[in-house]
């Protein structure tokens, strides 16, 4: 959670989504983003879910990523309550190793979109970057910021000396 108004609300199904999920907000953190992470379940708290998709634009957030297991319905119930872009995030769980919730998450019938990630990890960075992109579209200076990230990923793999 940053410290001005949020852009990006994080939303995961379960508190057991939380050390997965956190890599969502440490990456808008070092982009400087201000971002929100709340616990919301579509089947155990749909009231909460549901409030906070209908109250999010009108707070000023920009993008949701929703993060879920099982048969993940959150992304899906969010983006039924919103106008705002959706990212899901499928959790890897208890059983199928996530693609319960990968296929849960991805394979919404037309008409309500939410833009699916990758299982775990990956998943919740790639979230916070995709809603970084769609941030520095009306931003320059996050839009440099973003550039020079991608920079410094490729010189990383430059740089990289493999040794046996
Ligand atoms: C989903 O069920 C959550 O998003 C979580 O990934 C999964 C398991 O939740 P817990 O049983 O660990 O609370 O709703």
Do not use: C
Not at 57 to 76: D, S
Not at 83 to 89: A, E
Not at 114 to 119: D, E, H, S
């Amino acid at each position: 959670m940053t410290e001005s108004k949020p852009l990006v609300g994080i939303l995961m199904g379960s508190e057991s989504d939380w050390d997965t999920m956190r890599h969502a907000p440490l990456t808008l953190d070092r982009f400087g983003v201000a971002n929100e992470s709340r616990v919301a379940s579509a089947h155990r708290s749909p009231e909460l879910a549901t409030a906070y998709a209908r109250g999010a634009k009108g707070r000023g957030l920009q993008v949701i990523i929703a993060a879920a297991g099982g048969a993940a319905h959150l992304a899906g119930v969010i983006a039924a309550h919103t106008p705002l872009p959706v990212f899901g995030v499928p959790m890897l769980g208890w059983s199928l190793n996530g693609l319960d919730a990968l296929l849960s998450t991805a394979q919404m019938p037309k008409g309500v979109p939410v833009g699916t990630l990758a299982i775990g990890k990956a998943g919740a960075i790639n979230a916070a970057l995709l809603a970084i992109r769609v941030l520095s579209l009306h931003d320059p200076e996050l839009a440099a910021k973003l550039e020079q990230f991608h920079e410094d990923e490729a010189q990383k793999i430059a740089n990289t000396v493999l040794e046996l």
